[in-house]
Nanobody
Framework: QVQLVESGGGSVQAGGSLRLSCAAS????????VGWFRRAPGKEREFVAG????????YYAGSVRGRFTISRDDAKNTVYLQMNSLKPEDTAVYYC?????????????????WGQGTQVTVSS
């Protein structure tokens, strides 16, 4: 069983930056692919970024590519999402999720464990 805890959310102005963290405990967390998803008010949950287990290849949704960077520090059992050039449309609750797959999927049903989410609000 893997437990995931997100942190780092908050409120920023457009153009600002935030770094989200997803700390994992229990199980062989470093062997899991990890994805970040978000759910904006009134919208479906959507894939944002994912990273494979070692060597840590990254994948991004088109809407965030070039602005967001996902990375992992297996020594700390933590996955990060660095978010730069934030836009009001990035406002959402952000969730990290771990998958038994070695490569991340853009489908939320491919993930086995989820964090509780962290709110990101970007004002114009």
């Amino acid at each position: 069983q893997v437990q995931l805890v997100e942190s780092g959310g908050g409120s920023v102005q457009a153009g600002g930056s935030l770094r989200l963290s997803c700390a994992a405990s229990g199980g062989a967390a470093r062997s899991y692919a990890v994805g970040w998803f978000r759910r904006a008010p009134g919208k479906e949950r959507e894939f944002v970024a994912g990273i494979t287990s070692n060597p840590g290849l990254a994948y991004y949704a088109g809407s965030v590519r070039g602005r967001f960077t996902i990375s992992r520090d297996d020594a700390k059992n933590t996955v990060y999402l660095q978010m730069n050039s934030l836009k009001p449309e990035d406002t959402a609750v952000y969730y990290c999720a771990a998958s038994l797959r070695t490569s991340p999927s853009g489908k939320d049903y491919d993930y086995n464990y989820w964090g509780q989410g962290t709110q990101v609000t970007v004002s114009s």
